[in-house]
């Protein structure tokens, strides 16, 4: 019995749909059903749909094949959690640390991928709620990182981070980077913030850019609730930041405000194809 595909495609990295094309052609030549979700616009460009209803989906999907980058598997992953339909990247961009598919191996992907030689990995999400002066709160889920950066002005800020409500320390820096494992790869890299396995379940906090000579990233149990304080200013002037979701849903915070960040309860699924162990892909994305 054949198997329903979802092929999920960033039109910006396949920009005549020829890679897809040559997906669905293959899959529908071997008896397996195809539908097609055509993203027409980058994900950083606002284009996300957050919050897209489950019924946007088909019910029956068994595997989703997203094209594109690892900002588009970001992009896809969030927009099916409640489906809990398990993906696979296709690697159109550049690095790809969370597409596992080369052009240059798709049809034997797919043969095995149709056979159901696979195993499924659950990828933990992180939850922040900010509470903000006006008394409204702000919700979103994360499946890489939630960052709490500066926002107009060229300033060193202050946050002060607690860790299951006691204080952990008053960080003087460009910014504060809450990560899962899966985003070790991704500003947290970039950031010097430590590369982990992404099936392992923890949270990390790296800083950006501190002001100190001292400061590295702290490791954390998946249990543990992170809450950040936005406090005054230098000269006790007002602080006005911004808080990030993968990088794509974002909105302001200044002095005052507070985001709590735990594991959330949701998790994203994922197709693991290799055996290849994280470390030798790593070795293969860092000397490609």
Excluded at 21 to 47: A, F, P
Excluded at 160 to 185: C, F, R, W
Excluded at 265 to 278: D, P
Aim: some cysteine; proline content about 3%; charged content about 25%.
């Amino acid at each position: 019995m054949g198997k329903h595909f979802l092929i999920y495609t960033n039109k910006h990295k396949d920009q005549e749909l020829g890679v897809t094309e040559r997906i669905k052609n293959y899959l529908e030549s071997k008896g397996q059903k195809v539908t097609l979700q055509i993203v027409t616009k980058d994900w950083k460009e606002g284009d996300r749909q957050e919050g897209r209803q489950e019924n946007a989906f088909p019910k029956d999907v068994d595997v989703m094949l997203v094209l594109g980058g690892d900002g588009t598997v970001l992009q896809a992953a969030r927009e099916t959690i409640q489906c809990h339909v398990p993906l696979i990247g296709v690697n159109l961009g550049s690095l790809g640390f969370m597409t596992q598919i080369e052009l240059g191996n798709l049809e034997a992907a797919l043969d095995r991928l149709i056979a159901g030689d696979y195993r499924k990995e659950s990828r933990m999400l992180l939850q922040g709620t900010a509470r903000l002066g006006d008394g409204t709160t702000r919700e979103g889920l994360a499946l890489n990182d939630i960052v709490i950066s500066r926002s107009g002005a060229l300033r060193v800020i202050s946050l002060k981070i607690y860790v299951n409500g006691m204080l952990l320390h008053e960080y003087q820096a460009d910014g504060m980077i809450i990560t899962t494992p899966t985003g070790s790869t991704g500003y947290n890299l970039s950031a010097g913030g430590p590369l982990v396995e992404p099936g392992a379940k923890l949270l990390m906090l790296t800083p950006i850019c501190p002001h100190s000579l001292n400061h590295r990233s702290i490791i954390l149990s998946p249990e543990d609730v992170v809450e950040i304080e936005i406090p005054m200013g230098k000269e006790d002037k007002k602080q006005v930041l911004d808080a990030s979701f993968d990088g794509a849903n974002s909105f302001p915070m200044e002095t005052g405000d507070r985001i709590v960040i735990r594991k959330s309860e949701e998790s994203a699924q994922f197709i693991q194809l290799s055996s290849v162990s994280f470390l030798e892909i790593l070795h293969q994305k860092m000397n490609a």
